[in-house]
């Protein structure tokens, strides 16, 4: 019997395996079979947890990464392509950390498969991308786990701003805001230089994005910081929304328990579009329907030096490099990814209205985020950031990019069931849904 439909089917409790709530059954030292795709830079972050589990498939489109990878993972077996690499029959489980405009690809063919997976932020570089992802995951999420690596959600910070914001220390929720300040300034797509190296297979790094000529500097960056020479392109990435805007809307993404957005709206002092490079400055805000605990609010984000006004003169928020605000009617709470304060306003913001939860209610720590991936696959499937959660802000996230797109100071409207627009430039093309290079499918 192969491994996986052991582990589907199983229904043993004999001694060493546990019964988990849902009813399925995993061996108590059973490991992982993960293939890591995108197998340096990045993935070195994951190296430590996934050594404890069996690292199978290793696939870099870098020979010389691959060797460094290799050495850490000397069994697993190495490809060049992961389409090839997702059909090794002995996986269950991929880590995900090649560029931004594959995630979409490798997740929802991972997730075609049954095998559970990790994924590199940002989930998705388009709307439809987010969309497909997240309705295959739902289809799913019983059997697979996934988790995005938007890793900051562990910081128990995130947890407290929640539980501020949820429990009325600052009243009733009006407004929220995100920002980030990394400003990456590229003039177009870098100019022909030279031909690939042996080394690398050029046009799969390329994959399903337009064909752009080769240039080592895509490639020159320190491990772990590359994608910054490549992520502010458009056929790559979506700049600093997908960058730090995966990890810092996540602060008021979490707090606002929000669900997918009516409208989107760009402010029109935000940079002019440009057709190569995604914009340094945006403001991007969106309405959230209201939800069970608060009413409809308005979400904004800030990059590349916009920033919102500060509610006091005496806090500069331009010195919080990635941070997030809340106002609701007695106050502000103001937060970056570790510390967190708030300020009561008016006459009668005494904080009477507020108690603070007892020791024993405060939302639970989520401990090693990687490691609740692990536990989750063999467990029970429960992630924070799964592809449903963090999919649903990705999609309002790159709806915002739609709508810096089709014009800034023009609201569009939106049908989070259709995914459509209520204005038909929005539909049209734009960032919705991207074009893919021939050959190349989202669902394989
Ligand atoms: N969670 C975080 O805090 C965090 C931090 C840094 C980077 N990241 C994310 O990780 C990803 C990778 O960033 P990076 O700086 O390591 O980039 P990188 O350019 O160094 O690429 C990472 C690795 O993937 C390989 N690769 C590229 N395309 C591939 C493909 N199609 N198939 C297989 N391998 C491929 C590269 O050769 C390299 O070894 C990005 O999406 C970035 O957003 C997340």
Redesign the pocket.
């Known amino acids: 019997m192969k491994r996986r439909s052991f582990l589907k089917t199983t229904a043993v409790t004999s001694a060493g395996l546990m019964v988990i709530p849902s009813g399925k059954v995993f061996g108590a030292n059973e490991k992982l079979n993960i293939a890591l795709?995108?197998?340096?830079?990045?993935?070195r972050a994951h190296h430590g947890f996934i050594k404890k589990e069996n690292c199978v498939a290793i696939?870099?489109?870098?020979d010389k990464?691959m060797e460094q990878a290799a050495k850490a993972f000397p069994n697993a077996k190495k490809y060049h392509d992961?389409r090839k690499c997702l059909d090794q029959k002995d996986i269950d489980s991929v880590v995900c950390?090649?560029?931004?405009h594959?995630?979409a690809f490798v997740a929802n063919w991972a997730l075609n498969r049954d095998y559970h997976i990790y994924c590199?932020?940002?989930l998705a570089n388009s709307v439809e991308e987010a969309r497909v992802v997240r309705a295959n995951y739902l289809k799913r999420k019983d059997k697979v786990a996934t988790q995005v690596?938007?890793?900051r959600h562990a910081i128990s910070n995130f947890q407290r701003v929640k539980e501020l914001v949820r429990d009325g220390a600052i009243g009733e929720l009006k407004v929220a805001w995100a920002w980030g300040n990394r400003q990456l300034r590229r003039p177009g797509y870098l100019k022909g230089e030279g031909e690939p190296p042996a080394h690398i297979k050029y046009d799969?790094?390329i994959?399903p994005s337009p064909m752009h000529p080769y240039n080592p500097k895509y490639?020159s960056?320190r491990?772990?910081?590359?994608?910054l020479n490549?992520?502010m392109y458009w056929d790559f990435g979506t700049g600093q929304v997908?960058?730090m805007g995966s990890?810092t809307m996540d602060l008021a993404w979490n707090a606002l328990d929000a669900d997918l957005p009516i409208s989107a709206e760009a402010d029109p002092k935000s940079d002019k579009f440009n057709p190569e490079v995604s914009p340094v400055g945006m403001h991007t805000s969106w309405e959230i329907p209201k939800n069970d605990w608060r009413p409809q609010v308005n979400l904004h984000w800030y990059q590349g030096g916009m920033m919102p006004n500060s509610p006091t003169k005496w806090v500069d928020l331009k010195k919080i490099g990635h941070g997030a605000m809340f106002k609701g009617s007695e106050g502000f709470i103001i937060a970056d990814f570790g510390a967190r304060l708030i300020s009561p306003y008016g006459k009668v913001a005494d904080m009477t209205y507020y108690k603070p939860r007892p020791k024993d209610q405060l939302i639970p720590p989520l401990g090693s985020f990687q490691g609740q991936w692990v536990n989750a696959a063999k467990g029970d499937k429960k992630t924070t950031c799964n592809f449903d959660y963090n999919g649903k802000m990705m999609e309002t996230m790159m709806l915002g990019l739609v709508a810096y797109r089709v014009g800034p100071g023009k609201k569009i409207s939106y049908d989070g069931a259709t995914g459509k627009s209520g204005d038909d430039k929005a539909n049209a093309d734009l960032l919705m849904k991207r074009k893919y290079r021939e050959g190349w499918k989202l669902d394989g």
């Open positions: 795709i995108g197998a340096w830079g990045r993935a696939c870099d489109i870098n990464n992961w950390c090649t560029l931004d594959t995630h590199e932020k940002p690596g938007t890793q799969l790094w994959g490639f960056g491990p772990g910081a590359n994608c490549w992520n997908g960058d990890h």
